[in-house]
């Protein structure tokens, strides 16, 4: 796991942009995760005006969406797959039908968990997946106690994270319930994991990832597993790691060619 830590959001987004522009232009057909939320939106703006400036194309790119809640109707501004249209890819060149999401109104929910697995697996898989980390350590929608190992499935939300979520609904009692995620399992198959995370209510969330066991009780921690994983944080998300000083000298001495 590269833990790099920068002085704010912006160098964060403009970072991880980067990842995404060189897999785009190596690989132009390449298959992208995108990730919801408020920490990936500067990602987002930032590989708009790349794309505006003309440095990137997403034509021939397939996108699948971590997560997704069950039973917002299609027109909710907050289902998922509504908001990854309004904060990237109506602003990009996209092909129709090329971003998908998990269907939270399917009558068969697990058919449709299945069916989702086995598009991104039709796909040859992730190439890079964009996560960010919720408060109690969830990454997509998987809560703690979810395995490892998991596949797409429906979930429930804890209240922690139904109170996090609730600035984006008129009443915290809108939140849903239940949710689509990609699982564990699901997400560490992607080739590379780009984690963002900034400011102090991601700190203890962050060190259970980076430094604490691997365990279902933090689930952002199967990260410590993989073999490619980035983890990109502000000064105060990263304020409570024990060797913050060591991932700040191993940046600043990187070897240039060794990339991200
Ligand atoms: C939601 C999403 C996660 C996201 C998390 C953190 O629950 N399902 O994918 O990482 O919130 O959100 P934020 O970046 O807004 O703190």
Excluded at 31 to 38: E, M, Q, W
Excluded at 190 to 214: D, F, I, N, Q, W
Aim: glycine share 10%; net charge negative.
């Amino acid at each position: 796991m590269e833990v790099v830590i920068l002085s704010g959001a912006d160098e964060i987004a403009s970072l991880a942009a980067d990842v995404f522009v060189a897999l785009l232009s190596r690989k132009p057909d390449a298959v992208v995760g995108l990730a919801t939320g408020s920490s990936p939106l500067g990602v987002y703006a930032s590989l708009i005006e790349r794309h505006s400036a003309g440095d990137v194309s997403f034509v021939g790119v397939k996108a699948f969406l971590l997560d997704e809640y069950v039973g917002l109707p299609a027109e909710h501004p907050q289902r998922y797959r509504s908001v990854i249209g309004e904060v990237i890819e109506q602003h990009v060149d996209f092909a129709p039908g090329a971003v998908r999401g998990p269907d939270g109104n399917a009558a068969d929910l697990p058919a449709a968990c299945a069916r989702y697995e086995a598009a991104i697996a039709a796909a040859g898989g992730v190439d890079v997946q964009l996560l960010g980390i919720g408060t109690d350590g969830h990454v997509g929608f998987n809560e703690p106690g979810s395995s490892l190992s998991s596949r797409t499935r429906v979930k429930t939300l804890t209240s922690q994270t139904r109170a996090d979520n609730a600035r984006f609904f008129p009443a915290a009692a809108d939140v849903p319930r239940h949710v689509l995620t990609q699982g564990l399992g699901t997400i560490s198959d992607a080739r590379h994991l780009l984690l963002v995370a900034t400011g102090l209510g991601k700190a203890a969330a962050v060190r259970a990832m980076v430094e604490g066991p691997v365990s279902a009780f933090c689930p952002a921690s199967v990260l410590q597993l993989h073999q490619h994983v980035t983890v990109l944080l502000d000064d105060d998300a990263a304020s409570s790691l024990a060797l913050g000083d060591y991932y700040r000298e191993t940046y600043a001495h990187k070897p240039a060619w060794q990339g991200l």
